[in-house]
Structures are given as structure tokens and as C-alpha cells.
């Protein structure tokens, strides 16, 4: 049913590249459209990039840090006792299936993952609720083991502590395989990159994927005039929609007047003092031009524009014409 690969005192990053070669528990969520830290694109992208960069955020830290503590509160809760497996499993049926588990429950067909969440995620757990990619993260798991149960225990930091078993759902879990195999076969084996969904990790993975664009260089576009049409539509939209919030904010704040705050039965609303200071950048680069050049730093990104074509110009004018705003901005 899988094979095994031993993990104790495995480095870092020879379990990152054993990762690279599968859809682990927490890709699973993210490849179906569930997570709200990732999405398909950007499992793609660490999937077929030479790249083995170690993302750990501060959030990823403390998560590992207080697993060993989320597993004796659920030891505590339940009676159950559990261990480390310290192996990463990969399916026979489906080898592009990878896990690696939390814990194993000592006695029981089932495992554990433990989680941390913030106070303001709080509302996702209430009433015996699972976070929809977590979900998935148990079934794949219990897909790549045959276990026919998991638990998925929580410390909600400073308020709570909660804990659900997840059994087997048939259905679900080869709805589940059937998506990670579309996207291993369709997307990851022929490097094909999985549709945008609109999201900002979507930004994040072309801007990382295509960051060098050829200076000068054009290539036709075809099949998009309609969504262009679609795209400039909704810009316009947008500006009215914006337009509109920005009178109705008005409005209120002509209500609210010299006072700070104003509320009704439904609604709370401030209009307070804000102080902020900013350093004047260009009279900073004009006075002191070493200060200056000493604290910038340099970014760089794409500029992405549409506009159409006017009548009898040539497409080498709109790209000039887009030329009008650097490729490299300067941070003060």
C-alpha cells in the first residue's frame, strides 16, 4: 500500500528535495482550490523549480515548536497515546502521493496532525467546524497510509484548545485522488502551469516564474481581445464602484464633523487624528545624495498594462509608450 523513507536525523534540505518529488498533506488542500495560503499554481511552481528554498515563516516555526505540545494536550483530552513515525510514507496506487504524518495513535488504525491557529481564526473551529483544507490534509493522509481514521488537534493560541476525528469518506478521498492526479499527470509531469485563479499567490508565482523579461521583446496575442474588452470593463466598474464608496464616505464624514466617532443601532464609526511621519525622499537625494544612496534600497518588478491600439499605431509604440515607467524603483 506505500513504501516508506526514514526521516530521523534526515537534513533539512534533503527533506525538501524528497518533497519536491510528490503532493504531500499540505499541498493537498492547495491543489484543490481549499487552501487560503497556497493554490495549484504555486504547488507547481516548488514542485518543478531547481530552487530548494526553506519559506519558514515565523507562523511555520512556532507551529513545529509547539507540536510536541499540541500532542500532549491531545493525550490529556483523550486518553489516546501517540508516537512519532518519523518516515515519510509514499503511495504504491498513487506515487506521486506523498505523507508526512505528525503522529501515529498508539492502538488505533488512525493518526494525528496538530495544528496551531490564531485567535482571529477562531471562528473557523466553532461548533465543531474543520477548516476545509485541513480536511483534505487528513484525507490524504489516511489515503497514503489506509488508515480509516484521523484527529485533528488545535491550540486556538491564548483561548482554546479542540480536537475532531476525521473517518473515511470514500467519495471524498478519491475525488481527492482523482484531483492530485490531474494535477501531477496534466500539470507537474509535462510542466504545463495550472490555470490562474485571480488570487494574489497566483501574482506572487508569475512574478517569481517570469521576473527577467527579454528587454524590447514582443510576442503576438491571440484569443485574449475579449477578455481584454472584459478586463477594461471592469476597470471601469471598479472606478465608479470606488467612486461610490468614496461619496458615501463623505457623507458621513460630513455627519460626523468636528466629533471623532458616530454609531447607530448597526454600525460603529471613527474618523480619528492619524500622525505619520515620512521621510521626504527628494529633498533628502537633493541635500544629502550620500545618505541617500547609502539607505535606498532597490526593487524591481513588472508592470503590467493594457491599453488599446490606437488607429494607425504600431504595437512597437505601445510597448515604448508602457517604457515610460522604469523597470527599477528605488525605496527610500
Not at 496575442?221 to 481584454?228: S, V, Y
Not at 511621519?277 to 529633498?283: E, M
Not at 545624495?289 to 508592470?303: G, K, L, W
Request: proline letters at 4%.
Amino acid at each position: 500500500m506505500y513504501t516508506t523513507i526514514p526521516t530521523a536525523g534526515m537534513e533539512r534540505e534533503t527533506w525538501l528535495k524528497i518533497r519536491k518529488t510528490g503532493i504531500g498533506g499540505s499541498d493537498a488542500g492547495a491543489v484543490c482550490g481549499l487552501s487560503p495560503y497556497a493554490n495549484a499554481m504555486s504547488v507547481y511552481r516548488d514542485k518543478t523549480s531547481e530552487e530548494v528554498t526553506d519559506t519558514d515563516r515565523e507562523c511555520m516555526r512556532q507551529g513545529r515548536d509547539l507540536e510536541e505540545y499540541v500532542a500532549r494536550r491531545f493525550t490529556e483530552a483523550t486518553g489516546l497515546k501517540v508516537r512519532r513515525s518519523n518516515k515519510m510514507y509514499r503511495s504504491t496506487r498513487y506515487p506521486f502521493m506523498l505523507a508526512d504524518v505528525d503522529r501515529m495513535v498508539v492502538g488505533e488504525d488512525a493518526g494525528l496532525e496538530c495544528k496551531t491557529a490564531s485567535p482571529y481564526s477562531a471562528n473557523q473551529w466553532k461548533d465543531g467546524k474543520v477548516p476545509p483544507h485541513y480536511l483534505a490534509q487528513c484525507l490524504h493522509y489516511m489515503t497514503v497510509t489506509g488508515k480509516r481514521e484521523w484527529y485533528l488537534a488545535v491550540v486556538i493560541l491564548g483561548q482554546d484548545f479542540q480536537c475532531r476525528r476525521i473517518e473515511w469518506d470514500e467519495e471524498m478521498a478519491g475525488s481527492l485522488a482523482a484531483l492530485e492526479a490531474d494535477f501531477w499527470n496534466h500539470h507537474v509531469i509535462p510542466r504545463v502551469m495550472p490555470k490562474p485563479d485571480g488570487s494574489l499567490t497566483g501574482n506572487a508565482v508569475l512574478e517569481a516564474a517570469f521576473s527577467s523579461p527579454q528587454k524590447g521583446s514582443m510576442v503576438p496575442l491571440t484569443g485574449f481581445d475579449e477578455k481584454l474588452e472584459r478586463r477594461m470593463e471592469l476597470t471601469r466598474q471598479i472606478g465608479e464602484l470606488e467612486r461610490e464608496q468614496r461619496q458615501i464616505d463623505q457623507e458621513v464624514k460630513l455627519a460626523i464633523g468636528e466629533h471623532e466617532a458616530a454609531a447607530s443601532e448597526r454600525f460603529r464609526v471613527s474618523w480619528s487624528q492619524v500622525r505619520t511621519g515620512r521621510v521626504d525622499s527628494k529633498r533628502l537625494k537633493k541635500e544629502m545624495p550620500e545618505v541617500y544612496r547609502d539607505f535606498c534600497t532597490f526593487t524591481s518588478s513588472r508592470r503590467f498594462c493594457v491599453k488599446p491600439v490606437a488607429a494607425g499605431g504600431s504595437l512597437q509604440d505601445f510597448a515604448e509608450a508602457c517604457q515610460e515607467f522604469p523597470e527599477e524603483r528605488m525605496a527610500g
